[in-house]
């Protein structure tokens, strides 16, 4: 991995500068829930096919700022460019036609429905990319081909939550903002999503990952943030991750 130290609100972090265009770069970043002022000045930068992890104890602003970039936030001021194309201004429904897929923490998912007749639901959101096909899906998930005529109510947590990210995959979306996915799961079915997420790199994805769990994010994203009070407090790559233990014990306690 190559690594380039840079500088950031002044935290200083390794950064994988890939070449080309950020998949997402989001400079001095402010939002609002109401008067209440949550994200402070975040900056922080992901290339292409990287899996980049938000760290943080909870009400850090790790949420907000993957809602902030969907625009689901009551108001946000500063930069938020995907691909290169300002979206601050944007209605939500336009951010994911840049080709952005948003796994919120409670899923989301439609419960009166079966298992494939959701996947069979999500619009196209890119132009270029058509999505995953069923049968792609299915050989990905197959606890879902196995679940596929299975109401929504009746799917486990973690078939539901393969099912909120498989609906994301259907869209053509190939920047994805997971929040969570992982949490209150058992542990086989986390090691079924920590495969997906290795799987999804290898094809080229990008990924934002908000994760309490560390031991299932840490052996899978290139770089980290970590969050305190709405803002960026620390960032490096997957090679400084034993060299921060000391201050992530700080930070997180963990």
């Not at 951010?95 to 409670?106: F, K, L, N, S, T």
């Not at 959101?125 to 990905?140: A, L, P």
């Amino acid at each position: 991995m190559n690594t380039a130290t840079m500088q950031q609100g002044g935290v200083t972090s390794a950064d994988n500068t890939g070449s080309g265009t950020p998949a997402l770069a989001i400079s001095d970043l402010q939002a609002w829930y109401g008067e209440s002022h949550i994200l402070h000045n975040v900056n922080l930068t992901v290339n292409k096919g990287e899996v980049v992890t938000l760290l943080g104890r909870n009400g850090a602003g790790r949420t907000t700022t993957l809602r902030s970039i969907m625009g689901l936030v009551g108001a946000r001021k500063g930069s938020i460019k995907i691909n290169g194309n300002e979206t601050i201004a944007m209605p939500t429904h336009k951010i994911a036609h840049q080709g952005v897929g948003y796994c919120p923490e409670e899923r989301g998912i439609f419960s009166s429905l079966s298992a494939e007749e959701n996947l069979m639901l999500p619009p196209f959101v890119s132009k270029t990319d058509k999505g995953m096909s069923i049968e792609e899906i299915y050989d990905m998930f197959p606890n879902l081909k196995e679940r596929r005529n299975s109401q929504g109510t009746r799917l486990s947590g973690g078939e539901q939550q393969m099912l909120a990210v498989a609906r994301i995959l259907r869209t053509g979306a190939r920047l994805l903002l997971l929040d969570e996915i992982s949490e209150g799961l058992a542990p086989v079915i986390v090691q079924a999503l920590a495969r997906m997420i290795l799987m999804l790199k290898s094809k080229g994805y990008t990924i934002v990952m908000v994760e309490q769990n560390f031991r299932f994010a840490a052996p899978l994203a290139d770089r980290f943030y970590v969050m305190e009070h709405g803002q960026i407090v620390e960032s490096f790559a997957a090679a400084e991750l034993q060299s921060k233990t000391q201050k992530l014990n700080e930070l997180l306690g963990v």
